[in-house]
């Protein structure tokens, strides 16, 4: 299919009506899963894959998937920099690769700094990813434009079946949502939510407060898991609507 959900009134078309510039990067293909489809549907400019990088970065190392995440964030933080000097408003999208499961794709400039004795591969990417990321957002927060940056940081879903996974499965799991505003104090916000309240609750702290198909506000409520026993099966009956 060409088109994704045309009818359906989604972040992006909710932006861009507010007169934000979209842009998506990732290191991997935007043809997997149809994302190019999906981003292009819903009024992105800008959507730059594997293939749209390495017309510009020709000698970069690569690996199953794409770029390693490390020659991402340096892309990417280039971009948000172009973009704050000539964008009013902009939202800028990107989609790490490194922590995929079952093994992980260890960055080149990482692999001397190994989780403990360095034999779980998809730990040392854990680890990897969370410096690289934790200096990603630092840079951003410490630029000239970075009090008036808002950062969100989310998974995509829980990790599937890994080299950790007996680890993972004695814990609490949860998917993370985090929002870096500013200014302000942090805090907790404990309303039960799912992925699908996220969109609508970032829409919140841009001033754009629409709720998008069944997410919820969950800076102010919980989102329609807390109304449902089985919140999973009630989703699926609704499909057909």
């Excluded at 990321?133 to 630092?138: H, L």
């Amino acid at each position: 299919i060409d088109k994704f959900l045309p009818k359906a009134n989604c972040m992006g078309d909710i932006l861009k009506s507010n007169g934000y510039y979209l842009v998506e990067m990732q290191g991997s293909s935007v043809e997997f899963s149809g994302i190019g489809n999906f981003y292009r549907t819903h009024k992105f400019d800008e959507i730059l894959g594997k293939d749209e990088l390495l017309k510009h970065y020709h000698n970069t190392p690569l690996n199953g998937w794409g770029f390693y995440d490390d020659k991402l964030l340096e892309i990417v933080y280039n971009k948000f920099i172009d973009l704050s000097k000539t964008k009013d408003k902009f939202a800028l999208f990107l989609a790490t690769m490194d922590t995929h499961h079952p093994n992980g794709q260890l960055s080149p400039s990482c692999r001397n700094d190994l989780y403990q004795d360095g034999k779980n591969d998809i730990l040392n990417c854990v680890k990897c990813s969370d410096n690289l990321i934790t200096k990603f957002i630092k840079k951003i927060r410490n630029s000239k434009y970075g009090d008036k940056t808002i950062i969100v940081l989310i998974s995509d879903h829980l990790a599937m079946r890994n080299t950790a996974t007996h680890i993972l499965q004695k814990g609490d799991r949860k998917d993370l949502f985090l929002v870096f505003l500013p200014k302000g104090d942090a805090k907790v916000i404990n309303h039960k939510g799912t992925p699908l309240d996220i969109g609508t609750t970032v829409l919140h702290f841009l001033g754009i407060d629409i709720n998008i198909g069944l997410g919820k506000n969950l800076f102010k409520e919980s989102g329609l898991i807390a109304q449902f026993e089985d919140f999973n099966k009630k989703l699926l009956s609704w499909r057909n609507e």
